[in-house]
């Protein structure tokens, strides 16, 4: 049986715990190699114009996010796939940056190529490794600090039935902590049938839990500050509607920061409902409105430095759509 459902939604945000890169991620701890095909997936979340605490500006946040996963390779005991993001930031605003005086940039762009080997052992053990290299920056590339590097290594083990065992082992100069310091993590995966399953360790636990036939619970939480909640309610074959609640952050390093080791982190919180629509085997669609709050930028080297070139957004609504593809 293809188990990549079960661990798709824990392998998403272990990727984003560790900081690496792409959505793909969660085809690590899939149990079945040679499989892969390609997927593809877009999203957009915007919200409208607001004020910007102490400064009598104004702005409007725009979000844009393309992933690709290619198999270039795959056999029954190995597969080789390329992965591939861009984002971009858009900011609508002549807000500054309080303690330096300087323009915010309007445009913040994080482009990241990598590629994922996975090989299966003789003792049913799969072992893989990713690398990405990118750019987080207003400015890509323009020198090396500006550049984004993560390296990865995991090992899934099974255990009992189709639970399992997974380490990690993460490389990343683009973290909120622990910046350019190899960070182990693990984690038990367990499968009590369609209705139960998740995964409890470090960095990240999850659960996704089905008590009725149309009512959908799931639950994340990753260390230190990327939580998600969600219900949902299957109304129609392949139409669900939910709420969810998220708390999440970007990086970026500013071409023009006076410390390297600085980047411009932004914080939001989120409170939305929408409806999911499977349109077919190959193509969902999801749209979404609600409310974000508590939202701020600052610059510094972690979360310590909150207060450093702060600037706090007024709540407000948000808009969110995303379509998804395989083939």
């Known amino acids: 049986m293809n188990r990549t459902p079960i661990y798709a939604i824990v392998i998403l945000h272990v990727a984003a715990a560790l900081a690496v890169a792409q959505s793909n991620f969660r085809d690590w701890f899939d149990p079945n190699i040679g ?21 009598r500006r104004k702005m409007q946040i725009t979000r844009h996010d393309f992933n690709l996963s290619l198999p270039i390779a795959q056999s ?10 861009l984002r971009s930031l858009i900011l609508d605003t002549d807000a500054i940056l309080p303690d330096t005086f300087e323009s915010l940039p309007g445009e913040w762009w994080d482009v990241r190529v990598g590629a994922t080997y996975r090989r299966r052992l ?18 890509l590339f323009s020198s090396p600090d500006e550049v984004v590097v993560n390296a990865s290594f995991f090992l899934r083990m099974p255990a009992e039935n189709d639970d399992a065992w997974v380490l990690l082992l993460n490389y990343a100069n683009g973290r909120q902590f622990a910046d350019h310091i190899p960070l182990p993590g693990f ?45 949902g309610v299957d109304i129609a074959d392949g139409l669900q509607f939910y709420t969810a609640f998220d708390w999440t952050n970007d990086r970026y390093f500013r071409a023009a920061r ?69 083939l």
Request: aromatic residues 14%; negative net charge; hydrophobic residues 35%.
């Open 35 to 55: 499989s892969m095909s390609l997927r593809a997936d877009y999203n957009v979340r915007g919200s409208f114009n607001e004020d910007v605490s102490e400064q």
């Open 76 to 85: 029954e005991d190995d597969e080789w796939t390329l992965n591939a993001r």
């Open 122 to 139: 003789d003792n049913d053990w799969i072992a893989g490794a990713n690398i990405t290299l990118g750019s987080a920056s207003d400015q």
């Open 187 to 231: 984690a038990y995966l367990f499968d009590r049938g369609p209705n139960l399953r998740g995964s409890i360790g470090l960095p990240f636990s999850n659960i996704y839990f089905k008590p009725t036939d149309n009512l959908t619970l799931e639950a994340s939480y990753l260390i230190p500050r990327i939580v998600h909640a969600q219900v």
């Open 258 to 326: 006076d410390d390297d080791d600085d980047r411009l982190f932004y914080f939001e919180k989120r409170a939305v409902a929408g409806f999911k629509w499977n349109i077919s085997d190959n193509i969902a669609l999801d749209i979404a409105g609600g409310y974000a709050f508590d939202r701020f930028f600052f610059e510094g080297e972690n979360y310590d430095d909150r207060g450093d070139n702060r600037i706090s957004i007024s709540d407000g609504p948000v808009l969110m759509f995303q379509v998804a593809g395989t």
